[in-house]
Structure formats: C-alpha cells, structure tokens
C-alpha cells in the first residue's frame, strides 16, 4: 500500500499505511475537521445571514448514511431523512422547538414525551423506538437502528446503526468512497452515557466490529477519576440516613458531626432535630441519588409544579410514587444544581423555619473532584487500568462536608457524575472492537483533539496487544 508521510500532533514524523485507516492521522481528515471548524467560527462570529442555516460539522452525520443525531441546530440537513435526539438535555436539542418541520424524530419513549411536554414539538414529527430491539429506520435504504440504554439521564440512549452507505449526506464537502459498495457498516453513537459492562456486553455490540464509535469525551482526560456512579448514590444514602438519625459520620474519629439537638426553653429533655435534604439536579438527570436517599429516609420528594411535571414524562413509576407537592410531607426536596450554595440554601431553610431545623446540601457532579497532586497526567494504559481497579470501594466516609459548614446547615460536594470517568472511557474502548473512534465534546480547537487523539492511539495499540474481543475485567456488571 501507498504510504503517505504526515505531522502528528506531537509534532513527529510518521508513515500510515492507509490514507483512511486511524481518524484524524491522514490529511483529509484532518481537512474535514478544519472544514467543521471554520462553519462553527462562522456561526460562533455571527457571518450566517438570516437566509442560509448554518452547517453541519461532519461528526453529526453519519457517513454514508442519511442520519444526523443532535443536529436540530443545523435545521434541514441536505440529505437527511432522519433525525436522531439522544437525550433531552439543551445542548442537544439546541434550536428544536414547536416550529420543527425538517424531518422525523427518532429518540427512545422517555425522551420523545419530555420534548413534547418542554418543547411544544408536534407529535406528528416524533418517533419513540423501543429499547434493544434493531428496527429498520424508513427512507434510510434499509438502515437498523438498536436503542441502547445510555446509563446518563433518564431517557437517554445509545444508537447502534447498521446498514449500507448509499448516499453522502450532510454539508462536508469530503464524500465517502464507500457509498453504493455492498459492504454493511456499523456505528455506535455514545450520545452522553456512563459506560459500564453493559454496553460492551449488549447484544448489538458484543462481537461485532463497530466502523465508527461517536464518543462522548466529555472526561477524556486522566485527572478525572471519580469513583463508580452505584458506590457514589449508595454512599450518599447511608449519609443521609446516619445524619438524620444522629450516628456519626466519620468511623475513625468518635466526635459527632450529625445533628446537633436543642433543649426545649426549661430545659426538659431534647427536642428532635428535623433536618431537610436538598439534592441538586439539572432540569433531567440525578434522580438516582434522589431516589436511594429517599428510601435510606423513608420519606416522601418534594419539588415544584414544573420539575414534577418534567419527573412525570420520564415514566419512571418508583420515582412518581415518592412525589409529593406538600413540601413539609417530605425530607427531600429536589433544587436546581445552582442553587446548592450556602448562601441559596440558608434561604431555603429560613423558607421553613420552625418546621425545619436543619439543612444539608448534596451538589453531584463530576467537576467536584479534584485530582491528587503529583498525579501523572500521561499514565501508561496498563496504570489506569491497575489503579482503577485498585479502587474498589467508596462508603459515606469518603464524602467530605464542605468546610464552612455550621451544625444547622451542612454542603457535601458528591463526586457524582452521568458521564463516564477517563478509566471507564479506558474499559470501554479496551472491551471491544472498532475501527475508528471520533470524538464528539471538547473538538473545538487542535489541541483539544490532539490530546484526546493520543488516548485514542494509546487505546488502540494496547487493545491489540490483547485476546481478541476479551472485555476488562469487572467488579459488577453496572461498573469496572
């Protein structure tokens, strides 16, 4: 084969054997990912005019194949007969609303009720698909599309594609050589999701070779380690129910750092602390660490008329049972994940003063946790796979309150997150196989890409070192 001599992003000399075979070391790809992102400058810099709709970046049309997935803000995509949403979150649904006209809609069940409820969208343009069965997609020239349950917020998905590459779609001007060849490709499109075993053992995916992996790469980079979603909400439910019942929360030090209980004004006997939890959320997502510190307390959620009417499209028959619209019927109040700040939730308490006599605040998200210092930044594969193993628990201890808290009002940042951890997103990518992966958040700039490019190269150097479709080894099947 030709070989064909190029710059890496390290600034090295190689050869590659095939102009097409690794994503962004050929130069067309390269050129393809220029050609993105010069259409977003020219959007983010306001030189669209009214009359013509901004481009579509290549990564949100499937090669070959007349499917875009979180694209709406393209609007009608030359091409496209099928329009995929992954979840409802805005940063993917971006622009879709009531005056949607440019095609159908295919998301699972959860989702399509949510953006007809929050988003007005017709109904006549929405197509929920059912959950892990391959349905043909029409006018798509006989592509099957497998719904794979994405592990992020409620109604999310994964989508694993399957068909041949008819048509070039979209708006690059780099077109497939593969279109109208009888070859059949398979994609997997990651959306946002938390990869677990789970994904790598499906049916659609286990061993199958996957062409293109559309990656969500939001934590695609070592210092983001948080431990393992099941261990975080099981931590923050025994939490919860030790500092409503007045046990300690540190097994090392017998000081007692829950509740403290006041006399009455004679002094005859303790009054019981009433402590109120708040659990920050988004508009969807974290409802699993609600769920478990509910049931730790035995008691009813509490939330406002349009965040209960958001839960209720979920279908989600165990979260509507614990709803309540009474909030002094409930120790758990849901909020949004901005207002966990002490300033917001001493608000909150005097809302309820003499009712509540306590506060305590849980804030998940991934961006909470903060790396160990002198942590390597470029750890061989072989490291973050023995570390991350390494790292089998997680308990209620390791949950650290916040240090301006007082006795009546107490903030605990949760290292929770609804994206994969760089060593799962490591797991992931060494449990299966594929061809290229491309990655779909953090691409704005070379050197974004170039940092997650040499994960990328790393994964796939040492996934050939090993038995062929073998999967990392795991502690449950919902996390390595």
């Known amino acids: 084969m030709r070989k064909r001599e190029l710059v890496s992003c390290d600034g090295k000399r190689g050869a590659v054997d095939n102009a097409f ?24 810099k306001r030189q669209i ?77 929405v197509h929920p698909l059912p959950m892990d069965t391959p349905t043909i997609i029409p006018n798509t020239n006989g592509v099957t599309v497998t719904l794979i349950e994405a592990n992020h917020c409620p109604g999310s998905c994964l989508f694993f594609y399957e068909g041949r590459q008819t048509v070039n779609a979209g708006d690059s001007t780099y077109k497939s050589a593969s279109v109208g060849s009888q070859k059949v490709f398979r994609y997997l499109h990651c959306g946002d999701f938390r990869a677990s075993p789970r994904h790598v053992l499906h049916p659609a ?50 000081t007692m750092l829950s509740w403290v ?30 769920k478990a510190i509910a049931h730790a307390l035995n008691s009813k959620v509490y939330c406002d008329g349009r965040k209960a009417a958001i839960l209720k499209c979920q279908g989600d028959s165990e979260l509507d049972a614990l709803l309540t619209d009474n909030p002094r019927d409930a120790l758990v109040h849901l909020v949004p994940l901005g207002t966990i700040t ?12 003499g009712f509540y006599t306590n506060i305590v605040g849980f804030r998940p998200t991934g961006w909470t946790y903060v790396p160990t210092a002198g942590k390597s930044t470029l750890p061989p594969i072989s490291s973050v796979i023995a570390q991350g193993s390494a790292r089998r628990n997680f308990k209620h201890t390791d949950l650290k309150v916040s240090g301006k808290s007082t006795s009546a009002l107490q903030l605990y940042p949760i290292p929770y997150s609804e994206h994969s951890s760089f060593y799962e ?10 061809s290229k992966m491309i990655a779909t958040v953090n691409v704005g700039s070379d050197s974004s890409r170039c940092k997650m490019k040499h994960w990328v190269d790393k994964w796939e150097i040492e996934r050939k070192k090993r038995v062929k479709d073998s999967i990392i080894p795991y502690r449950n099947i919902d996390y390595w």
Not at 39 to 44: F, G, L
């Open 342 to 353: 002490f300033e917001d939730l001493k608000k909150y308490l005097d809302r309820y003063k």
């Open 49 to 125: 005019s009214k009359s013509n709709r901004r481009k579509a970046p290549f990564y949100k049309v499937l090669q070959g194949m007349p499917v875009a997935v979180d694209a709406f803000k393209y609007g009608a995509i030359p091409g496209v007969t099928a329009y995929f949403l992954t979840h409802a979150h805005s940063d993917h649904y971006t622009n879709l609303s009531s005056s949607w006209k440019h095609g159908p809609i295919y998301c699972s069940e959860g989702t399509a009720n949510l953006i007809i409820h929050m988003l007005s969208v017709e109904k006549k343009w």
């Open 425 to 434: 997103l490591t797991c992931f990518a060494m449990s299966f196989s594929w």
């Open 205 to 254: 995916v286990k061993d199958k070779v996957i062409d293109h992996v559309y990656l969500d790469t939001t934590y695609l980079d070592p210092k983001y380690t948080f431990p393992p979603q099941p261990l975080v909400i099981s931590a923050c439910a025994e939490l919860a129910k030790r500092l409503h019942d007045g046990q300690s929360t540190d097994e090392k030090n017998s």
């Open 261 to 290: 209980s006041s006399f009455d004004s004679k002094g005859k006997g303790k009054e019981r602390a009433r402590p109120l939890f708040v659990v920050g959320t988004y508009s969807i997502g974290k409802e699993r660490i609600v």
């Open 21 to 44: 075979s690794v994503l962004m070391t050929t130069l067309k790809e390269n050129e393809i990912w220029k050609e993105a992102d010069i259409a977003e400058r020219m959007v983010n």
